[in-house]
């Protein structure tokens, strides 16, 4: 590259730089919010049930009744207070039950929320499909990868909406990342790694239990469903992220996140070879789950990337604030993502390769200097030895932005108008299949291999 090369990179990338604004019409465009003068006609209503009352279902509901024309019909749960509670805030004449499948049955009830346990996650999708409802189903889609395949099956079969919730697909922070890296503003992607770590107490699952929980006030063995049998335990109930019967720890929790932004930046189907490395290091509580997991995941080369390396760890012991770190290492810049903003810093790498400094050339003998000095003059003549850095470019949303709000408004657009959903079946099982495997590795002390087409893991 000659100065005047050097020169128009630079106003190129200057330029793609002043493209990243956070105007209401980009933002607007990305998220797709619903301006205020969006009319709703009777027929375009949707009903929904909630499936799980507990603090998922409230951030989940909330949600969706921010969206024009959605409306909450009923709630279960299977501890009574939730009803109670469900009732004080969407409404008295609200309909409750302990049975998710009496809302199944109402013929006034359009799609349905679930935020349940992972052990129900694939059952309750199967059934409200079969029932023709529309599904928002929480990540992970399953907790048992073989399971998946049901729900791809139904879904497909059904002609239903079928959403995971894993609201990173929606994010405007990762739409604009994948249109940078579509750009190719990175150069090819070498390497990623995304840490998302926990200090405090609420974030590690030691959620708050109600005094007057008890047999009588929760349907415990309902709640165990397919989970082997235990004797009443309300821990169990309300922090049952602590536990493998019910749960898939702190991979199916938060990989899930960062696998669903990565596929949905780079467009990939997923890894070939996982290997997870677990314990058990802080929260001496009776759990089973480790608090520490760190991953190594192999991606293959793909029509959207060339092979690459990802790392991944979720520390619930960690003492230092917590927080997410997220970056996308590329031959020619590198993203780093957050929950709520972006930065792409970006430059072109040094075309010769220098000398003299930390260099065996200083090794050479006077006469050797001098041979190899009109050598390297004649080979690389103007060529640059440093790298070439264009501006910075960040990105940070509105505030308030809400990507769980994005996820909605896809959701139901795609009720109301047919468009497939990003986040569906195929895509959720993508996510979740991995990131179970990292726990399957971590307890096998061996890696796993996974068939991102096929969606198996061996």
């Given at each position: 590259?000659?100065?005047?090369?050097?020169?128009?990179?630079?106003?190129?990338?200057?330029?793609?730089?002043?493209?990243?604004?956070?105007?209401?019409?980009?933002?607007?465009?990305?998220?797709?919010?619903?301006?205020?003068?969006?009319?709703?006609s009777a027929n375009d209503k949707v009903r929904i049930g909630l499936i799980?009352?507990?603090?998922?279902?409230?951030?989940?509901?909330?949600?969706?009744?921010?969206?024009?024309?959605?409306?909450?019909?009923?709630?279960?749960?299977?501890?009574?207070?939730?009803?109670?509670?469900?009732?004080?805030?969407?409404?008295?004449?609200?309909?409750?039950?302990?049975?998710y499948r009496e809302i199944l049955n109402r013929k006034d009830i359009d799609?349905?929320?679930?935020?349940?346990?992972?052990?129900?996650?694939?059952?309750?999708?199967?059934?409200?499909l079969n029932a023709g409802k529309h599904v928002y189903c929480e990540k992970?889609?399953?907790?048992?990868?073989?399971?998946?395949?049901?729900?791809?099956?139904?879904?497909?079969?059904?002609?239903?909406?079928?959403?995971?919730?894993?609201?990173?697909?929606?994010?405007?922070?990762?739409?604009?990342?994948?249109?940078?890296?579509?750009?190719?503003?990175?150069?090819?992607?070498?390497?990623?790694?995304?840490?998302?770590?926990?200090?405090?107490?609420?974030?590690?699952?030691?959620?708050?239990?109600?005094?007057?929980?008890?047999?009588?006030?929760?349907?415990?063995?309902?709640?165990?469903?397919?989970?082997?049998?235990?004797?009443?335990?309300?821990?169990?109930?309300?922090?049952?992220?602590?536990?493998?019967?019910?749960?898939?720890?702190?991979?199916?929790?938060?990989?899930?996140?960062?696998?669903?932004?990565?596929?949905?930046?780079?467009?990939?189907?997923?890894?070939?070879?996982?290997?997870?490395?677990?314990?058990?290091?802080?929260?001496?509580?009776?759990?089973?789950?480790?608090?520490?997991?760190?991953?190594?995941?192999?991606?293959?080369?793909?029509?959207?990337?060339?092979?690459?390396?990802?790392?991944?760890?979720?520390?619930?012991?960690?003492?230092?604030?917590?927080?997410?770190?997220?970056?996308?290492?590329?031959?020619?810049?590198?993203?780093?993502?957050?929950?709520?903003?972006?930065?792409?810093?970006?430059?072109?790498?040094?075309?010769?390769?220098?000398?003299?400094?930390?260099?065996?050339?200083?090794?050479?003998?006077?006469?050797?200097?001098?041979?190899?000095?009109?050598?390297?003059?004649?080979?690389?003549?103007?060529?640059?030895?440093?790298?070439?850095?264009?501006?910075?470019?960040?990105?940070?949303?509105?505030?308030?932005?809400?990507?769980?709000?994005?996820?909605?408004?896809?959701?139901?657009?795609?009720?109301?108008?047919?468009?497939?959903?990003?986040?569906?079946?195929?895509?959720?099982?993508?996510?979740?299949?991995?990131?179970?495997?990292?726990?399957?590795?971590?307890?096998?002390?061996?890696?796993?291999?996974?068939?991102?087409?096929?969606?198996?893991?061996?």
């Open positions: 590259m000659d100065h005047n090369g050097r020169r128009k990179f630079i106003k190129k990338l200057s330029a793609g730089a002043a493209l990243m604004t956070v105007g209401t019409d980009v933002f607007s465009r990305e998220t797709r919010i619903i301006p205020n003068n969006y009319r709703i799980g009352s507990g603090i998922i279902g409230h951030y989940d509901l909330d949600t969706a009744l921010k969206v024009p024309g959605v409306e909450v019909a009923a709630v279960c749960d299977l501890y009574d207070g939730r009803l109670e509670r469900a009732k004080e805030k969407w409404g008295t004449d609200l309909f409750t039950t302990r049975d799609a349905v929320l679930i935020c349940v346990p992972d052990h129900w996650h694939s059952r309750i999708s199967i059934d409200a992970p889609m399953v907790k048992v990868i073989e399971d998946g395949h049901g729900v791809i099956n139904a879904h497909k079969k059904s002609g239903k909406v079928f959403q995971v919730g894993s609201q990173r697909a929606s994010s405007v922070v990762t739409l604009e990342a994948k249109k940078y890296y579509d750009q190719g503003i990175i150069g090819d992607l070498a390497y990623v790694e995304a840490i998302c770590d926990r200090s405090d107490a609420r974030g590690a699952w030691q959620y708050s239990m109600p005094l007057d929980a008890s047999p009588q006030t929760i349907d415990f063995d309902r709640f165990l469903g397919s989970a082997p049998k235990v004797p009443f335990d309300a821990v169990r109930f309300f922090r049952w992220r602590n536990y493998k019967a019910y749960g898939t720890g702190v991979a199916g929790d938060l990989f899930v996140h960062l696998l669903t932004g990565l596929h949905t930046i780079t467009s990939s189907d997923g890894p070939t070879k996982i290997f997870g490395i677990g314990d058990l290091n802080y929260w001496k509580d009776g759990r089973d789950a480790n608090d520490l997991v760190t991953a190594l995941m192999d991606y293959p080369k793909a029509a959207t990337h060339p092979s690459f390396t990802f790392m991944t760890r979720v520390n619930l012991a960690d003492g230092s604030g917590g927080g997410l770190y997220w970056r996308l290492v590329g031959t020619e810049g590198v993203m780093e993502i957050g929950w709520s903003d972006l930065k792409i810093k970006h430059f072109k790498r040094p075309e010769a390769p220098g000398f003299g400094g930390y260099d065996s050339y200083e090794s050479f003998s006077a006469k050797q200097k001098e041979e190899f000095k009109k050598w390297y003059e004649a080979k690389y003549a103007g060529a640059t030895t440093k790298d070439v850095y264009a501006p910075e470019i960040t990105f940070k949303t509105e505030p308030g932005y809400d990507d769980r709000y994005s996820h909605m408004i896809n959701f139901f657009e795609s009720i109301r108008s047919g468009k497939p959903v990003l986040e569906d079946s195929t895509f959720g099982l993508r996510a979740a299949g991995p990131s179970i495997a990292a726990n399957l590795s971590a307890d096998k002390g061996a890696p796993i291999k996974w068939d991102p087409i096929n969606m198996k893991a061996s």
